[in-house]
């Protein structure tokens, strides 16, 4: 920073031929000027000015230097410039990373409505489930669900993820339905295997099954595609399958056995300033998702057809499959 400094008050007194007008253009005293072009010359090892009693020359030296100081000072000018720009309205590059399900089925169809509500801005996008480092990985921001266990990374949630135990029907009328989750042991149940204890299943009211199946997976959909096949049981969170839910092709089971309460967060470097893009891109994100809200966009259609099959007295579809499968035998 002196160097900058001392270019600055060179090109300065270069600019108006005497060091008594670029100390009053600089709002510096003479002597300050004087002793700063001074430090420059010792650093460069060379005479930049030639004094006279009448006028100010630049050498050779000083020549070259002040074309380079000319540059330098534009360069970092410019670079100011931009920076408050960034900072005055949402532009630039936004790196996100989010998981591969939830990215694909619920942020990735808003990213169009989002960049053209921002044309100045520009998205990387990232798709996996593992947890990546934000800072070494260079992320601005990261979308995660459930628990959030790193304490350098400030969050603002983003809506509630319901979990859903559910199996297809086919499963149920071959294998009948658990009626409290110590039974899914005997059943056939499919892992995800990201999560901190795949092979156990803990509900909210403190209990937890070992569960064992014939598939573990560390993506949500390829295990939401053996459930709609009948393979077994599975674990799913409500985003990913409540269009299942809505149209029959799952049941939703142990539904007075609730699973713990999670969320989906937008997670970001705890020391990074808030700039624009990023406030823009989590408050388009929380809005989308109704964060004030009680029902998700992915849950309304699932939820409201389960209150209407309650205020109909009709049974449950689990009961009913039940049902139809005892009087088969």
Same mark, same amino acid.
């Given at each position: 920073?002196?160097?900058?400094?001392?270019?600055?008050?060179?090109?300065?007194?270069?600019?108006?031929?005497?060091?008594?007008?670029?100390?009053?253009?600089?709002?510096?005293?003479?002597?300050?000027?004087?002793?700063?072009?001074?430090?420059?010359?010792?650093?460069?090892?060379?005479?930049?000015?030639?004094?006279?009693?009448?006028?100010?020359?630049?050498?050779?030296?000083?020549?070259?230097?002040?074309?380079?100081?000319?540059?330098?000072?534009?360069?970092?000018?410019?670079?100011?410039?931009?920076?408050?720009?960034?900072?005055?309205?949402?532009?630039?590059?936004?790196?996100?990373?989010?998981? @591969?399900?939830?990215?694909?089925?619920?942020?990735?169809?808003?990213?169009?409505?989002?960049?053209?509500?921002?044309?100045?801005?520009?998205?990387?996008?990232?798709?996996?489930?593992?947890?990546?480092?934000?800072?070494?990985?260079?992320?601005?921001?990261?979308?995660?669900?459930?628990?959030?266990?790193?304490?350098?990374?400030?969050?603002?949630?983003?809506?509630?993820?319901?979990?859903?135990?559910?199996?297809?029907?086919?499963?149920?009328?071959?294998?009948?339905?658990?009626?409290?989750?110590?039974?899914?042991?005997?059943?056939?149940?499919?892992?995800?295997?990201?999560?901190?204890?795949?092979?156990?299943?803990?509900?909210?009211?403190?209990?937890?099954?070992?569960?064992?199946?014939? @598939?573990?997976?560390?993506?949500?959909?390829?295990?939401?595609?053996?459930?709609?096949?009948?393979?077994?049981?599975?674990?799913?969170?409500?985003?990913?399958?409540?269009?299942?839910?809505?149209?029959?092709?799952?049941?939703?089971?142990?539904?007075?056995?609730?699973?713990?309460?999670?969320?989906?967060?937008?997670?970001?470097?705890?020391?990074?300033?808030?700039?624009?893009?990023?406030?823009?891109?989590?408050?388009?994100?929380?809005?989308?998702?109704?964060?004030?809200?009680?029902?998700?966009?992915?849950?309304?259609?699932?939820?409201?057809?389960?209150?209407?099959?309650?205020?109909?007295?009709?049974?449950?579809?689990?009961?009913?499959?039940?049902?139809?499968?005892?009087?088969?035998?």
């Amino acid at each position: 920073m002196d160097l900058l400094n001392d270019l600055t008050v060179f090109a300065r007194v270069a600019e108006q031929g005497s060091f008594t007008a670029a100390a009053e253009s600089l709002r510096l005293s003479k002597s300050a000027v004087s002793k700063q072009v001074a430090r420059l010359e010792a650093r460069l090892g060379s005479r930049l000015l030639t004094r006279t009693t009448r006028r100010l020359t630049l050498t050779e030296t000083g020549r070259v230097v002040l074309d380079h100081a000319e540059r330098a000072l534009a360069e970092a000018q410019a670079a100011e410039a931009a920076v408050q720009n960034l900072q005055t309205a949402p532009r630039g590059l936004l790196r996100v990373n989010m998981p @591969m399900s939830f990215g694909l089925s619920h942020v990735a169809p808003l990213l169009p409505e989002f960049l053209a509500a921002y044309p100045e801005l520009r998205v990387e996008v990232s798709l996996n489930d593992r947890r990546v480092d934000l800072l070494e990985e260079d992320v601005d921001v990261a979308i995660r669900i459930g628990d959030l266990r790193d304490s350098t990374l400030a969050a603002r949630r983003l809506a509630p993820i319901r979990g859903v135990v559910c199996a297809a029907p086919s499963y149920i009328e071959r294998f009948g339905a658990p009626k409290t989750p110590d039974e899914l042991k005997w059943h056939h149940c499919l892992i995800y295997t990201y999560l901190p204890e795949p092979d156990i299943w803990r509900f909210s009211d403190g209990s937890a099954v070992r569960v064992n199946g014939p @598939m573990r997976a560390n993506n949500g959909d390829v295990l939401l595609q053996a459930a709609r096949g009948g393979l077994g049981i599975v674990r799913l969170p409500s985003f990913l399958c409540g269009n299942d839910l809505a149209d029959g092709a799952l049941v939703p089971l142990l539904e007075e056995y609730r699973l713990p309460d999670s969320g989906v967060h937008a997670v970001y470097p705890a020391g990074r300033h808030m700039t624009p893009k990023l406030r823009a891109f989590i408050d388009f994100l929380a809005t989308r998702f109704n964060a004030g809200g009680i029902d998700t966009p992915w849950d309304c259609r699932w939820i409201h057809l389960r209150q209407k099959v309650a205020e109909s007295g009709l049974p449950a579809p689990a009961n009913m499959l039940k049902k139809r499968r005892s009087q088969r035998t």
